[in-house]
């Protein structure tokens, strides 16, 4: 029961921190949670990529242009992935 409950939780991380992001704001987004979403984006489970996939453009909007620009690689490799699992 346990594992569930932490597999649950983990693939509802992305989608948290991206609802998070604009109550906390651009600079506080950056500091607590681009080092984690990248992380997260580039995760071995396909289900938790394609939530960061889904999520990336809200939670770019937050943390700015500039950042959006530097975790852009990110989001290709991301999408590559995808689309290859898919196929």
């Known amino acids: 029961m346990s594992d569930f409950v932490l597999t ?3 693939f509802d991380t ?3 921190m991206c609802r998070m992001a604009p109550l906390l704001g651009g600079d506080l987004s950056r500091r607590v949670f681009l080092e984690r979403f990248a992380a ?3 995760d071995g489970l396909f ?7 889904a999520n990336f453009g809200e939670f770019c909007a937050v943390v700015g242009q500039e950042v959006t ?3 852009l690689v990110i989001f290709f490799f991301l999408i590559h992935r995808i689309v ?3 196929r």
């Not at 289900?47 to 996939?53: F, G, L, N």
């Open 14 to 16: 992305p989608k948290l």
């Open 40 to 42: 997260l984006s580039a």
């Open 69 to 71: 620009e530097s975790i």
């Open 8 to 10: 649950v939780g983990f």
């Open 84 to 86: 290859n699992r898919i």
């Open 47 to 53: 289900h938790v990529r394609k939530i960061c996939a």
